[in-house]
């Protein structure tokens, strides 16, 4: 099982080693076998850590295992460990599977990329830096893989460098996650300050007797600030949309099974503390409801395939941060594993639609792709009514658990069930304006130009898609409420949840969020579906959404037109009169005193001899003084 857990998080960066040493002694297909077959080795090791775990009984269902003492001072001890419990192995199978077969789909997308080893290297560090942050043993590893993952991202998503929009998007990710890693970091320092360790175990056993309420919530405020900056959360949500500059296969592992869920996982690894934080806990469920609503509603102006997918994540991601924020951490879980099945499914349908019309985005430029591409319409299909929660597909039994454990919450959470019901609904026409669009109505014209010659994709790309369909069908099925929860047994010893909801608040929350998921549905029909009708356009709010509902300019306002203005007066008043003039002073006086000295070099012997005739007569006399 150990052993197990270890080749899980080594083979991709061995991956992504051999591939970085090897260069371009490798040809670029054998540096894309490597990168797939990396990644899938670490699958075999994650399956059989799982089956091993699966053999032990509940409570023998943690093991650590250290390969060596990282830091050691006084009482402070750090090790490299790794925690192999059944949270850590459900994130093991989920990102080394589906990273798995986004890595296999990658084959085919990037094929004719002249740069595909150095996109496959960073593929395979990306999974790599995900398996460390969720198997690390203690918070100071979790935050190594939290900050790789940071470094990861950054290099993919600004992979087509030469292109400005891709660079300032992978500052933008990095920066903003940034914010959330100096908030954990802070928030770190607070624990070892008040509990003197990094270990999992050790800080959540004597948080509740050494921590004082204010220590315990800063530490939740700072894990929930790296949470929301790796997850796009609202306020630290603006780089998600952004990271689409990348290529598709990376949307799909940052947007699916990676970069996203870290802060879901966070909260559900660090629960015990989040729960002596009820507070800090009720405002990651607010923040979680706000997310999935604004996202939403953005969702329905955007033109750009990737970009309405993207902001799909973030309200799906709302929804998990709903169901941990409540206490409802398997059901979370759930939703995160389905998610990671549906959205990488959607993502790399797009990527076929993208990759058949020549790299065109814009889906303006689309419409009766089902003609062309029929069976790229049905995995579509299949996704987004997964995406909606349209029974028996796997996001009606993820989501609506969710929203029956906010309805058992009470309280405040009526309020948070409310946001999911209509988040529910703007699902629905969202999902499906971008389904009739792009699928419906008669080919464009684009798509009659692209439509002769061309196949779906190839074989590498169309099998990852047919595999996740099939699991957006039926991956819903390992937990049906009061009927059937394998999923949450196997998470109830690592986070019990803090509500269970009644078989009566189960069914009326699936009821109201599928009524409203059909809705959605039929509105999108009316409004894009039926081409006879003109879509209605309130222009105020239209123009609002189209920018995002101005958060970018706010932050743009606020932050770095002050920065700017503050540089340039520094530069003004300090750098360039006292630094900048300092040495163009050294400067001149050096040039001044070299024009001096040169003017003594005139060439004739004779004033050579004169000059060293009176200096030797001045030391003479000076030795005679001396003496």
């Known amino acids: 099982m150990i052993a197990g857990a270890w080749l899980c998080l080594f083979a991709p960066l061995a991956g992504a080693f051999a591939i970085t040493v090897m260069g371009e002694s490798i040809t670029r297909r054998t540096a894309a076998w490597l990168s797939t077959v990396s990644v899938f080795i670490a699958f075999a090791g994650a399956l059989v850590t799982f089956v091993e775990l699966l053999g032990k009984s509940a409570e023998e269902r943690e093991q650590l295992s250290t390969a060596w003492t990282w830091l050691s001072t006084g009482t402070f001890e750090i090790g490299m460990t790794l925690l192999v419990d059944p949270l850590s192995v459900t994130m093991m199978l989920i990102v080394s599977g589906v990273g798995g077969l986004i890595v296999l789909y990658s084959i085919g997308y990037m094929d004719d990329d002249p ?31 939290w900050g790789l993952v940071g470094l990861a991202s950054y290099l993919l998503i600004g992979f087509w460098h030469e292109r400005e929009e891709a660079v300032a998007a992978a500052k933008k990710a990095f920066i903003m996650n940034a914010v959330g890693d100096a908030t954990m970091a802070l928030a770190f320092f607070v624990l070892i300050w008040q509990t003197g360790t990094l270990e999992f175990a050790q800080a959540f056993a004597t948080s509740e007797e050494v921590m004082s309420s204010t220590a315990l919530n800063l530490v939740a405020l700072g894990l929930l600030g790296g949470a929301i900056a790796k997850s796009a959360q609202i306020p630290l949500h603006t780089w998600l949309p952004d990271a689409m500059e990348g290529p598709t296969p990376v949307s799909a592992l940052i947007h699916a099974a990676t970069m996203v869920t870290a802060g879901v996982y966070l909260i559900v690894r660090a629960h015990p503390l989040f729960e002596l934080a009820p507070t800090v806990q009720d405002l990651a469920a607010g923040l979680g409801a706000l997310t999935l609503v ?29 169901g941990v924020g409540v206490g409802a951490y398997a059901n979370g879980m759930f939703h995160l594993m389905t998610h990671a099945f549906f959205k990488a499914l959607l993502f790399m349908a797009a990527g076929l639609v993208i990759h058949h019309l020549a790299g065109e985005q814009d889906i303006r430029q689309m419409g009766g792709l089902r003609h062309v591409m029929p069976k790229t319409a049905i995995a579509f299909l299949v996704g987004s009514l997964a995406l909606v929660g349209i029974p028996p597909l796997s996001g009606f039994f993820s989501k609506d658990s969710i929203l029956a454990s906010a309805l058992a919450s009470g309280g405040y959470g009526a309020v948070l069930f409310l946001a999911g019901l209509l988040g529910a609904l703007l699902t629905g026409i969202y999902t499906f304006r971008l389904f009739f669009i792009v699928f419906l109505g008669q080919p464009s014209q684009l798509v009659r130009e692209q439509a002769h010659g061309h196949s779906e994709g190839a074989w590498t790309m169309t099998l990852p898609v047919t595999v996740l369909t099939v699991l957006a069908v039926i991956g819903g099925w390992l937990q049906i409420p009061d009927v059937w929860h394998p999923f949450g047994d196997w998470l109830h010893e690592v986070a019990a949840p803090l509500v269970e909801p009644s078989v009566t608040q189960d069914l009326l929350a699936s009821a109201l969020a599928v009524g409203l998921g059909l809705l959605g549905i039929g509105i999108a029909w009316l409004l894009f579906g039926a081409r006879s009708r003109d879509v209605p356009r309130v222009q105020a709010a239209r123009h609002a959404l189209e920018h995002k509902l101005y958060f970018d300019e706010l ?36 040039r001044r005193a070299g024009g001096a000295l040169g003017e003594t070099q005139t060439g004739y012997l004779r004033s050579y001899a004169l000059a060293i005739a009176g200096a030797a007569a001045i030391l003479v006399v000076v030795f005679l003084a001396v003496q």
Do not use: C, H
Request: charged share 10%.
């Open 294 to 322: 604004v996202a939403g509603l953005v969702a329905l102006v955007q033109t750009d395939i990737k970009r309405v997918i993207a902001y799909s994540t973030m309200s799906q991601i709302g929804y998990m941060f709903v």
């Open 115 to 145: 740069e595909e080893r150095r996109y496959f290297a960073y593929m395979s560090f990306f999974v790599f830096a995900m398996l460390l942050l969720v198997q690390a043993g203690n918070f100071l590893l979790l935050l190594v893989g």
């Open 555 to 590: 932050y743009d306002a606020a932050f770095y037109r002050p920065a700017v203005w503050m540089a340039g007066m520094w530069r003004r008043t300090i750098e360039g009169p006292l630094i900048g003039g300092s040495i163009a002073g050294v400067t001149l006086g050096a």
